[in-house]
């Protein structure tokens, strides 16, 4: 398991910088940059010891001037790369700790809203029906600042399903993919076409 330990003190802007081949110890805020310059620096150091078997005395001197240069900014770039990931690790429990609290408070809402929306049908026809018992054929109710209006509509109702002959019912017939069991057919090495078994690797911040 790999770990990155963040620095104990800020790191200092100035480190030094190495001639070895692709190698830019150029110090960047971007967590992206810091990988890159990761990958770099490996390419770098490598390169670097091999040029330590040069037959020629200045070659060698100045290759390894090189890679001690290249091994510090490493070290840098580590921990750099350490502290960035870790703050990186701090935003993204942050904003999943945000979401889930949204997601808490929409539901309350929803909750909410259902309740109100219940009550306010219950009153209306609290309402209606003690209007409608004083003035049965009335079909509109005036007030001071409100009118309460109604429109006639047509419903079905259904009193016994099983009762009604086949004519008067529709067939819906609905497929999906058992992935179960498409897993396990790819997995014994069974060839199906239109399906691929992927592998992939779950990562949790803790």
């Known amino acids: 398991m790999a770990v990155l ?3 104990a003190a800020p790191l200092s802007p100035a480190l030094p910088q190495a001639a070895g081949p692709a190698c830019t110890l150029h110090r960047s805020g971007s967590l992206w940059q810091l990988g890159i310059e990761a990958q770099e620096l490996t390419t770098a150091i490598s390169q670097l010891a091999q040029q330590l078997e040069a037959d020629d005395d200045n070659s060698r001197a100045q290759a390894l001037s090189d890679l001690e240069a290249a091994l510090l900014a490493e070290e840098g770039n580590k921990q750099a790369l350490a502290a960035k990931a870790d703050a990186t690790c701090w935003v993204i429990k942050h904003l999943r700790g945000q979401a889930a609290y949204r997601q ?11 309740s109100d929306g219940s009550r306010a049908d ?3 026809e609290s309402l209606v029906l003690v209007l409608t018992r004083l003035q049965p054929s009335a079909t509109r109710f005036l007030f001071p600042n409100h009118e309460l209006s109604s429109r006639k509509s047509q419903a079905v109702e259904i009193e016994d399903e099983q009762a009604l002959a ?22 014994a ?6 399906a691929q078994l992927l592998s992939r690797r779950s990562w949790r911040i803790h």
């Open 5 to 7: 330990t963040a620095p």
């Open 104 to 114: 808490q408070q929409a539901k309350r809402l929803t909750e909410l809203s259902r």
């Open 122 to 124: 219950a009153l209306e």
């Open 166 to 187: 086949p004519e008067w019912l529709t067939v819906k017939t609905t497929t999906q993919p058992d992935k179960a069991a498409i897993k396990e057919a790819l997995k």
């Open 189 to 194: 090495g069974q060839q199906i076409p239109g």
